[in-house]
């Protein structure tokens, strides 16, 4: 068993290791459930952890990422179907807010994106996850998907139209009526 040692782990652990966050989102966008999604992680690091000795600089955050994409993929493959996939709960993850107003409206709006969110095809949401949440740029994105950097672009261009159609539609949104 390859186990890093003295340099090589502080050098993993510098390098790597502040990314585990994105990490876990990326996982937890895919994979729609936070209990797989930390699973998912934990093997992904682990996974990286043990290739590290390959890693030849770079961008160490597109390649973390690419081995949590692969591993939430692998993992969609043995233990369920695309379309089987859990709705993912947004309102779990969330901090409170102030007040039970802005708490409503927030969760309101959280809850209607998280929806539209899950309308997307898995491509489509991994792309806009990686770009808008967590602030990916397109040649990174390119990197972590193994797209083509023209068709990250087209890809996210159609997600991003496709989620305003869905946000913008009548009946997506509760009209709220003073009284």
């Not at 309101?108 to 998280?114: F, G, H, I, K, V």
């Given at each position: 068993?390859?186990?890093l040692?003295?340099?090589d782990?502080a ?6 290791l ?5 990490a ?9 459930s936070?209990s797989d999604?930390e699973d998912?992680?934990q ?5 990286a ?6 890693y030849?600089s770079?961008n160490?955050r ?21 379309d ?11 901090s ?8 409503a409206m927030a969760?309101?709006d959280?809850?209607?994106?998280t929806?539209?969110?899950?309308q ?6 991994e792309?806009i ?5 967590e ?16 068709t ?10 496709r989620l ?6 009548p009946?997506?949104k509760e009209?709220v009526?003073?009284?």
């Amino acid at each position: 068993m390859d186990v890093l040692e003295g340099e090589d782990r502080a050098r993993f652990e510098a390098i790597v290791l502040p990314h585990l966050d994105a990490a876990f989102n990326l996982a937890r966008w895919l994979l729609r459930s936070r209990s797989d999604a930390e699973d998912v992680t934990q093997e992904a690091v682990l996974r990286a952890f043990r290739a590290f000795g390959t890693y030849r600089s770079g961008n160490a955050r597109a390649w973390l990422l690419q081995i949590v994409r692969n591993s939430c993929y692998t993992w969609m493959e043995k233990n369920r179907s695309m379309d089987n996939a859990v709705e993912f709960d947004e309102s779990l993850h969330l901090s409170p807010l102030p007040g039970p107003e802005a708490q409503a409206m927030a969760g309101s709006d959280r809850e209607l994106l998280t929806k539209a969110l899950g309308q997307l095809s898995p491509r489509s949401r991994e792309v806009i996850v990686l770009r808008e949440l967590e602030g990916c740029s397109y040649k990174e994105i390119a990197s972590i998907t193994a797209m083509p950097i023209g068709t990250v672009m087209s890809t996210l261009a159609r997600a991003r139209a496709r989620l305003q159609e869905f946000l913008t539609l009548p009946g997506s949104k509760e009209v709220v009526h003073d009284v």
